[in-house]
């Protein structure tokens, strides 16, 4: 069983390593990519989730496919008839991000019941492979943007605790009464 990593772990602050396109259909990769969307899944409150929060410095991450059943980017709705899959994300860049700022609530599936305000663009284009090795461009705003910067920091090897103001612990049986 794959575990996701704590805040102490030397492998969330280094800049995670480029994967070659030539290997993003490889055994290697698709398995890592069962591995993250496994440990996500387990997370009842995680939406997003970076390789290096499974120990592994590769620029990855997914979001899962729940949040596009109740929040999809563009407004609109999906089917909920089966499980929309989680979307894959490597070799991500962000290319443009909006001027305007705002202070938005955090948390961090490696740096567990600690939140914290952080200012992030309210709008975000990342251009990035999927799991099929096709490039795609992606435009956010308010809580995929959040999750677009936020997962990206991880492959740079920053925690959401480095940028946040007010941080403080909640206990987890205070979150779901």
């Known amino acids: 069983m794959v575990k996701i990593v704590a805040k102490d772990n030397p492998v969330l602050r280094g800049r995670a390593e480029t994967v070659k396109i030539s290997e993003i259909k490889s055994a290697k990769i698709q398995k890592i990519l069962k591995a993250m969307s496994v440990a996500l899944a387990r997370e009842a409150d995680g939406v997003a989730l970076a390789a290096p929060q499974i120990s592994l410095s590769l620029r990855i991450f997914i979001i899962t496919g729940k949040l596009l059943e109740v929040e999809p980017p563009f407004g609109g709705s999906t089917s909920k008839s089966q499980s929309t899959p989680d979307?894959?994300?490597i070799n991500p860049q962000i290319t443009k991000t909006s001027k305007r700022k705002v202070a938005m609530e955090e948390g961090c599936?490696?740096?567990?019941?600690?939140?914290?305000?952080?200012?992030?663009?309210?709008?975000?284009?990342?251009?990035?492979?999927?799991?099929?090795?096709?490039?795609?461009?992606?435009?956010?705003?308010?809580?995929?943007?959040?999750?677009?910067?936020?997962?990206t920091d991880h492959l740079d090897g920053v925690l959401f605790t480095d940028k946040a103001d007010n941080l403080r612990e909640i206990d987890p049986s205070q979150l779901h009464p």
């Open 87 to 89: 979307l894959v994300f």
């Open 109 to 151: 599936l490696s740096v567990r019941w600690w939140y914290g305000e952080v200012k992030r663009a309210d709008k975000v284009t990342i251009t990035a492979y999927n799991e099929q090795g096709r490039k795609f461009t992606r435009h956010g705003t308010g809580l995929w943007a959040q999750i677009f910067q936020h997962e």
